[in-house]
């Protein structure tokens, strides 16, 4: 998909991107809009919308559509966000019920402006599925909070059954790809998760920005140290000429490889493909 017509790098032959549409992603649409929600899934322009979509699968965007960093992989949009939505869990959650979802994802912006960064929000969006839909299980995918100790704290006390943070890159390019973060501050807020024990741990990176094949064994590793129990490894797609361009394309086969290195290396789930993110097929690898 030249999901690309904003893809300025030829996109190899082994991406594909499926474009067919069904009644259930007309619903999944009708209830985003007219609840007024935010998804990643548009936000990101992520390159399996109409797949999920179409399975009756979003990734839900609280706490607005405006992120306080300046990602250079991301196309959500940056600025200045405004004010807290304290309904905004409440929407979620009916949305949540009326698509009868199983499994429910829900990830934010990064709200630095927030002395929590947000967090009560999602421990308000936890609770507020759990009271709409007792039988869905919750994946979180939170920012760093800054480090917050409290504010991670706040989200698990909520009880999401998976906890996801990407650690998106290796350290050599956090500069230049995530400026405002910091890996080892990633590290320790997936580690803090792993030492809390209630939640699954999960975390992910792009690839194809200018690591190397040892710079991300070596991440893997830190991750599993970290108490990670799954992995998502994606390839970077440039979502406009003005994000970063990509540097490789992975062919399928050396995700194969770093999947089957991922396993040897004691991850519980690895998911690692040109077209995976980190919310991909995330109900099948949680189980039943």
């Not at 405002?180 to 792993?194: E, F, K, N, P």
Request: aromatic share 6%.
């Amino acid at each position: 998909m030249r999901h690309a017509g904003r893809e300025t790098k030829r996109l190899p032959s082994w991406i594909k991107i499926r474009l067919t549409t069904n009644e259930r992603l007309a619903d999944v649409r009708r209830l985003i809009r007219n609840n007024h929600l935010n998804t990643v899934c548009q936000s990101a322009a992520c390159p399996n919308q109409t797949e999920c979509w179409n399975s009756g699968t979003a990734t839900f965007l609280i706490l607005g559509n405006i992120c306080t960093r300046r990602c250079r992989f991301c196309n959500v949009p940056k600025g200045k966000p405004e004010g807290l939505d304290s309904d905004e869990p409440k929407r979620v959650a009916k949305v949540v019920e009326l698509l009868q979802l199983n499994y429910a994802v829900v990830t934010s912006v990064t709200r630095d402006d927030l002395p929590d960064g947000g967090a009560a929000i999602f421990s308000e969006t936890i609770k507020a599925i759990r009271s709409s839909a007792p039988n869905c299980r919750i994946e979180v995918l939170i920012p760093d909070f800054q480090g917050s100790e409290a504010s991670l704290h706040t989200v698990l006390q909520a009880g999401p059954d998976v906890l996801n943070h990407n650690i998106e890159t290796v350290p050599v390019l956090y500069p230049s790809v995530r400026p405002l973060a910091d890996y080892q501050r990633s590290l320790t807020v997936l580690a803090r998760t792993g030492s809390y024990g209630s939640s699954l741990v999960k975390s992910g990176l792009m690839l194809g920005l200018g690591e190397t094949k040892e710079n991300l064994r070596a991440v893997m590793m830190d991750l599993r140290n970290a108490h990670c129990d799954i992995l998502t490894l994606g390839q970077y797609l440039q979502p406009t000429k003005n994000h970063l361009p990509v540097k490789r394309f992975y062919h399928p086969d050396e995700f194969s490889d770093l999947r089957t290195q991922g396993y040897e290396m004691g991850f519980r789930h690895v998911v690692a493909g040109p077209l995976v993110r980190s919310s991909y097929h995330a109900e099948q690898l949680v189980g039943k």
